[in-house]
């Protein structure tokens, strides 16, 4: 059974920190990474995908991707309270290409 | 307008209705997905659907029935389901399947009751 780990937290981290939430996989062959953004009743929302390993900066967001450790990171800088939400890591399955979901990680920034 | 629309937002059913979802994607893709969310659990792939023949049927129960007419819409119909079905039901499309991003509608918060 292909996987996808991560801490379910809380994470909190104070507003203005930069807050770091992880992710390991376990289907060595998997080729795209992505990290959604889901608050409480909502639905996923994309915020980065990542296909190749290094480093990915968008705004706030850097996403990180280590192939070799079947790793991959997101790190938000200067956190606002309005980024606690819960972060699905998601993969693709090298087999099928369908996506496989962690069960998240809950981030709590305090104001 | 969004990119994945789902119908109804909220829907609260007795074990022996039946009710569809209905989902809609104006992004142009090839690839469209249902999930089911519980507390507490992954995303739990259901079928997907590429151009509009359906490629994965991940063992749900026959309770649960989908059918894509054409590459922009998505129903899930529901028939006796039980309580332990009350859940958000997601939608999603991708341009093809995998690969590239997907992107969820709305959701549906479907309690049986």
């Known amino acids: 059974q292909k996987e996808v780990e991560q801490n379910s937290g809380p994470l909190s981290v104070p507003e203005g920190a930069i807050a770091s939430l992880n992710c390991t996989y376990s289907d060595r062959g998997s080729q795209s990474f992505f990290w959604y953004r889901q608050y409480s009743g909502k639905s996923p929302e994309l915020i980065m995908s990542?296909?190749?390993?290094g480093d990915k900066e968008d705004g706030r967001f850097t996403a990180q991707l280590n192939k070799a450790s079947q790793y991959v990171s997101l790190l938000i800088r200067d956190s606002q309270p309005s980024d606690s939400a819960t972060y699905l890591c998601?993969?693709?399955?090298?087999?099928?290409?369908?996506?496989?979901f962690g069960t998240g990680t809950r981030l709590k920034v305090l104001a | 307008e969004t990119g994945v629309t789902q119908t109804p937002r909220h829907l609260v059913m007795g074990m022996t209705n039946k009710k569809s979802l209905k989902c809609e994607q104006h992004?142009?893709?090839?690839?469209m997905y249902w999930y089911k969310q519980s507390a507490k659990k992954p995303l739990e792939l259901m079928f997907v659907y590429s151009l509009e023949e359906r490629v994965e049927n991940n063992s749900v129960p026959s309770r649960f029935s989908p059918e894509c007419p054409n590459s922009s819409h998505l129903f899930l119909h529901l028939h006796t389901l039980q309580p332990e079905d009350s859940a958000l039901y997601l939608c999603?499309?991708?341009?093809?399947?995998?690969?590239?991003?997907?992107?969820f509608g709305q959701g549906t918060r479907l309690t049986v009751v």
């Open positions: 999603a499309s991708s341009q093809d399947v995998g690969g590239r991003e997907a992107f």
């Open positions: 990542i296909y190749s390993n």
């Open positions: 992004l142009g893709h090839n690839a």
């Open positions: 998601a993969v693709t399955d090298s087999g099928t290409y369908k996506y496989i």
